[in-house]
């Protein structure tokens, strides 16, 4: 929906509002235009019905909102007497038109001095869930969000299985664009394939004021930008879902080139204006590599993996059962390798680089490989580039699918919302994003720039690290937790901080209460 539609939207609930409250503003003393008037109509509202004032900046955020509105509606019923079952139930399941009725054809009663505790154990159960989901839900949306790994394109930076939390505050928190939606849950409802949430009305994007910038290095969290479910709740042989914005699966990955650079990849290594990326020390980039045996002298492989900390899955075999002398690796740190080489038995450890052109590269033209790509221009905010044939596929997914355009070819000549073109301006910021795990990371070299939109946040502490290591063996990785994604030098865990804190608190607690009872 565009800003005029919610403007005239929020009209609509505004004179629906009027027409099925006025009287009951008359009898609690009010008059009956308070009612019409925006805004002001809920801060009178919430005098009424004895709530704070604070209750109406509720009612304005997205999700929170879906709360609030029918326990204002309970509320609104109970101070004029209406407070049965049944009563809380037409209220509810009305959508609050239930109200109407009691507006028009009842005798209406302000009790203004009415018990507002709740009158039984159940109640006073549902009131403090509601309150603990509402506060649960604007940390979860505004403040901070926890995120597992699913996958290991940030393996030795991030690893499948830690559980982390991204703050959403450091590159601003972004206001939902989805606005009916079951709070705490992403695209779908827990062990189900049902939606969580319905693709209309939308809020145009909005985010708010934030901490920092995205800096190159950073890791962060951010919807897929081309995630589409297929069979999500469509018969098999449809068309996919395609998801509403904030909806779109989370990604986590290192952004390697921020908005205005032109981006290379020479030989598998990035370069930023044509000067080398310099990763963070705990970046530890991985590559493929193909070692070379002498088959003669024994290796223990087994011990030797340990030591490299390299998992099982990432030993691809041999390229020759046969004469066993070539073992492929799918992911080893350059310091793994340099390792290798130093190995009795091991003749020779060589990155494996790929040649040739992949369709499956963005922009999809055959024209790259995962190693060898670029340059490009990534697009920044204001910024104009020339409308080409050789530029369209770079910027045709911007043009129309980010930013809201038609996109038309007549001829040589480019329309754009009917009107010819030979150059755009960008609305909004791009970046680019990869995993350090080069050659097991679906990432921006597949599919593309992400737009600014599609932040969600910055991963900022590992709570809990679980290691299931391939065997069906589970383990709490302890190095792991209470650590920190970024920072100077290599992670350490504040866990035993965390645990002598603790025990401080409950110690000093104690003897605090002795003293009281001392004094008593």
């Not at 795990?437 to 597949?446: G, L, P, T, V």
Request: net charge positive; glycine share 6%; proline share 6%.
């Amino acid at each position: 929906m565009t800003l005029y539609l919610w403007f005239v939207f929020f009209l609509a609930v505004q004179i629906i509002h009027f027409l099925g409250t006025w009287k009951l503003y008359q009898a609690a003393g009010r008059k009956s235009w308070e009612a019409a008037i925006p805004v002001y109509n809920s801060i009178v509202l919430m005098k009424i019905i004895s709530r704070p004032t604070w209750w109406t900046i509720l009612l304005f955020i997205p999700i929170i909102n879906l709360i609030m509105f029918p326990v204002v509606w309970v509320e609104t019923l109970r101070t004029f007497g209406k407070k049965t079952t049944l009563d809380t139930f037409l209220g509810i399941f009305t959508l609050g038109f239930y109200i109407y009725y009691v507006n028009y054809t009842q005798k209406l009663v302000h009790n203004a001095d009415r018990k507002l505790t709740p009158e039984n154990r159940t109640a006073d159960t549902v009131s403090s869930l509601l309150f603990a989901v509402i506060v649960a839900t604007l940390v979860h949306t505004y403040v901070v969000q926890p995120f597992t790994i699913p996958t290991s394109s940030l393996e030795k930076s991030l690893l499948i299985g830690d559980f982390l939390f991204v703050s959403k505050v450091n590159y601003g928190p972004r206001v939902p664009m989805t606005t009916v939606a079951l709070p705490m849950v992403h695209d779908s409802i827990p062990l189900t394939k049902k939606k969580s949430y319905l693709s209309w009305p939308q809020l145009p994007y909005l985010r708010l004021p934030a901490l920092e910038k995205i800096k190159r290095n950073d890791i962060v969290v951010f919807n897929w930008p081309v995630d589409t479910v297929h069979y999500f709740f469509e018969p098999k042989g449809r068309p996919g879902v395609i998801k509403p914005i904030d909806k779109k699966s989370n990604y986590v990955k290192r952004c390697v080139g921020i908005p205005g650079d032109s981006l290379s990849i020479k030989d598998g290594f990035v370069y930023i204006n044509n000067k080398k990326l310099i990763l963070p020390e705990r970046a530890k980039p991985q590559y493929s590599y193909a070692v070379a045996l002498d088959g003669k002298t024994p290796i223990d492989f087994e011990s030797l993996l340990k030591e490299l900390n390299v998992n099982l899955v990432d030993v691809m075999g041999f390229k020759d059962e046969a004469k066993r002398d070539t073992l492929y690796f799918a992911a080893l740190t350059e310091a793994s390798a340099e390792r290798l080489k130093h190995t009795p038995g091991i003749t020779n450890v060589k990155r494996q680089i790929s040649k040739g052109n992949e369709n499956a590269i963005f922009p999809h033209i055959n024209k790259w490989n995962q190693d060898n790509f670029g340059p490009i221009y990534i697009p920044e905010a204001g910024k104009t580039v020339a409308l080409t044939n050789g530029s369209l596929p770079f910027y045709k997914d911007i043009i129309t699918t980010y930013e809201g355009n038609t996109l038309e070819l007549q001829g040589s000549k480019f329309l754009i919302n009917g009107k010819p073109a030979t150059t755009y301006t960008f609305k909004q910021n791009y970046y680019w994003m990869m995993g350090d795990n080069r050659h097991n990371s679906e990432d921006s070299r597949y599919w593309g720039y992400v737009p600014e939109n599609h932040i969600v946040g910055k991963p900022v502490f590992i709570w809990m690290s679980w290691d299931t290591n391939g065997k069906g063996i589970n383990k709490i990785r302890w190095d792991r937790v209470f650590t920190t994604v970024d920072g100077e030098g290599q992670p350490q865990s504040y866990f035993k901080y965390f645990l002598i804190a603790l025990a401080a608190f409950f110690i000093g607690e104690y003897f605090w209460k002795k003293r009281k009872e001392n004094k008593a």
